[in-house]
């Protein structure tokens, strides 16, 4: 039977039809309910609908088998750092000018009473009490008069947090005894707040959910947090330095934010690792995380024994929604598609399919002729389409039915996320005054971020110092966790160009308040400076992973500004290879089938030229990556424009274009050249 106890402290006494608090459960006959918890904590008054919906009660009431998180999908989750003054002073003792935003992996999330489980690659687990907000509708730069209406409502949020990542070398290598420590575990430069964070179950989230018009802006709660039954936290969220208000403007800017995503706005002073001496959470530990007028969390801590087997490898196909269609079958012999193009057709209809080649004669250097074939990926150009809904990752299967591109997609639709890997090519790391990695450097850019070829990429009026970064990018066709790299490419399905825009101003400590008003706030902020609107041209298609022999090694890579060559490096020259960072990505951590991992840049970036050169109206880059030997290329077309600064408002989502000029971004696509004869 479920342990009721940790829930007591949400049951509310409803004085109006609405239900004050929303408890999402499984009743005494296995169905998924959600309902307003009464005080006797065995049932909850049912509503009509979901979280989502009214809230309005049912006068039915249901038995209460088990509680379940609040919300059931969970669509990207955002995290502030150091939003207590107690905890940022003793972690960095530095002045927090704007919110510090990292992203957590969406599968971290887990619901009350459940095992937090510390993967074998962690070490030193710790707790973070914090108010977690649930937003209510998918929008778009909003004001600070109008933040609240897009709160669906509040709830106790634990930021699990492996402290071994989050760590540099020194301070987890042991120098006084000469022992490893936490480092023998987590080999890496420190400074990995998504990594640390985002291992499965290292978001508990619960128990209920209260609305916003129960709470206004959630100020003035007292929340703690008990290790074993000691108060270990305790603080009110009124001491927040940015409040609900001021998170959801700033996260906003120039940014998509969807419904159901979940705002973990960080932790007070009084975690583990900062405590002396230092305390560490043990297997068997229990911590509940209690936010008055909203609940209390508990769950258990599970550390695997030392020395025990690698955890077993997960690899399996993605799973279709209730609602898709199966793919047709073939009709005649079966050929599969090598480059997956996703397209508008003339009809408006989205489609699947791979460009047609084109057999042109070329002529190469010593004036000798040979056969070529083009693959054409561009408005107006022919497209053989898949078998009825296939898209590449369910079928590759070829109908022999074709149709006219009228606009070009990104070859990915809807991924779970989108993973960014910060120097990862050695003459970037050096020319950014750094050390070369020991370990990946994992971030998250806002999977809202990517656009196709051909779209407008548009740097917001809240940014400065947009940038380039031509760099090569791998889809997940399977899900996958704790694969070891000799198995990591069963994990792969292809390739595509990506161009990781950067807005510079936001991750620079150096150019901050440097060229404009716009970045005022602190530096290194890679995911949010990487992460408005259309900052992630993915394309023009995804080509399958064995047309480049698997792992994509030894591909050109060079990037023309204005038919300047800027960027010129092989995939050969990334420190870490995409063996290397299926398996890294993917410990203790279930990554989903469609996501996309953009694998590092190599020199040339604006940023690190003298003087630092930053995109302008006007400009056209063009991203190439090629085979050594085989004639592969990849291209990519983009429009890009920017919003001029407008420092009295926030420019609205439906007025953008009205501000746009012309810019021309070109990058990537796999076009392979067939001599024949």
Not at 247 to 266: D, M, N, V
Not at 433 to 445: D, E, R
């Amino acid at each position: 039977m479920y342990r009721y106890a940790t829930f007591l402290a949400c049951a509310v006494t409803a004085t109006s039809n609405l239900a004050p608090q929303i408890t999402r459960f499984i009743d005494d006959t296995g169905v998924i309910r959600h309902g307003h918890l009464m005080y006797n904590g065995i049932e909850a008054e049912l509503i009509d609908g979901d979280a989502f919906g009214t809230h309005e009660l049912t006068g039915t009431y249901a038995r209460i088998q088990k509680i379940l998180s609040p919300i059931a999908h969970v669509p990207v989750i955002y995290a502030v750092g150091l939003n207590y003054p107690d905890h940022a002073h003793a972690v960095s003792n530095t002045s927090i000018t704007s919110p510090i935003i990292f992203f957590k992996n969406r599968n971290a999330v887990l619901g009350p009473d459940e095992d937090v489980i510390i993967p074998q690659c962690s070490a030193s687990p710790d707790y973070e009490a914090e108010l977690g907000v649930i937003i209510k509708d998918t929008f778009k730069d909003a004001t600070l008069e109008n933040a609240l209406d897009h709160v669906l409502g509040y709830t106790v949020v634990n930021d699990i947090s492996g402290r071994c990542w989050q760590k540099g070398w020194a301070d987890a290598y042991n120098t006084s005894t000469g022992t490893g420590g936490d480092f023998n575990v987590c080999v890496g430069d420190g400074g990995q707040w998504s990594f640390s964070k985002g291992f499965d179950t290292h978001l508990p989230f619960g128990p209920s959910l209260v609305p916003q018009r129960e709470l206004g802006d959630a100020s003035g709660l007292p929340i703690k947090m008990h290790l074993n039954g000691k108060v270990m936290q305790n603080d009110t969220t009124s001491n927040m330095i940015y409040g609900v208000r001021e998170i959801i403007e700033f996260i906003s800017r120039g940014t998509t934010i969807e419904a159901g995503t979940i705002i973990a706005t960080g932790t007070m002073g009084g975690v583990g690792d900062l405590r002396v001496p230092r305390v560490v959470l043990q297997d068997g530990d229990n911590v509940t995380v209690t936010i008055g007028s909203i609940g209390a969390l508990t769950n258990r801590i599970v550390v695997p024994k030392a020395g025990g087997p690698p955890p077993e490898p997960l690899i399996i196909d993605r799973v279709l929604p209730e609602s898709s269609s199966r793919p047709a079958a073939a009709a005649g012999p079966l050929r599969l598609a090598q480059r997956i193009l996703r397209f508008v057709d003339a009809a408006g209809k989205e489609r699947y399919g791979e460009p047609i080649v084109a057999i042109r004669a070329e002529k190469g250097g010593s004036g000798a002729a040979s056969v070529a074939a083009h693959y054409t990926a561009a408005v107006g150009s022919e497209v053989e389409l898949l078998v009825d809904g296939a898209d590449g990752f369910n079928s590759r299967a070829l109908s022999g039915r074709t149709a006219t591109i009228a606009k070009l997609l990104a070859p990915v639709k809807d991924p779970p996320a989108v993973y960014g890997i910060g120097l990862n090519y050695a003459d970037h790391t050096h020319a950014s005054n750094l050390t070369l990695p020991l370990a990946p450097i994992v971030f998250f850019k806002n999977r809202k971020s990517i656009v196709g070829s051909g779209e407008e990429v548009v740097v917001p009026a809240t940014s400065s110092m947009p940038d380039w970064e031509a760099e090569m990018a791998f889809v997940f066709g399977k899900t996958c966790k704790n694969v070891p790299a000799a198995r990591a490419l069963d994990c792969v399905l292809g390739y595509m160009v990506a161009n990781d825009v950067s807005a510079r101003c936001w991750q620079s400590d150096t150019v901050v308040n440097g060229t404009s008003g716009a970045c005022l706030g602190n530096g290194g902020q890679w995911s949010y400076s990487k992460s408005f609107d259309t900052h992630c041209p993915l394309g023009p298609y995804l080509t399958h992973k064995d047309v480049v022999g698997g792992d994509a090694n030894g591909l050109l890579l060079q990037m023309h500004l204005n038919g300047e060559l800027m960027q010129n490096a092989t995939t050969a020259d990334m420190i870490f290879g995409v063996q290397e960072l299926v398996e890294f990505i993917t410990m203790g951590t279930t990554v989903e089938a469609g996501t996309i991992v953009v694998t590092g840049t190599p020199g040339g970036v604006g940023i690190n030229r003298s003087p630092p050169l930053a995109l302008k109206d006007g400009d056209v880059m063009e991203i190439a990556i090629s085979g050594l030997s085989d004639g592969k290329h990849l291209f990519l077309t983009n429009i890009s424009g920017f919003v001029p600064p407008n420092s009295s408002s926030v420019i609205r989502y439906n007025f953008i274009h009205s501000f746009l000029q012309t810019v021309y971004i070109r990058a990537v696509g796999i076009y392979p050249t067939v001599n024949g004869s």
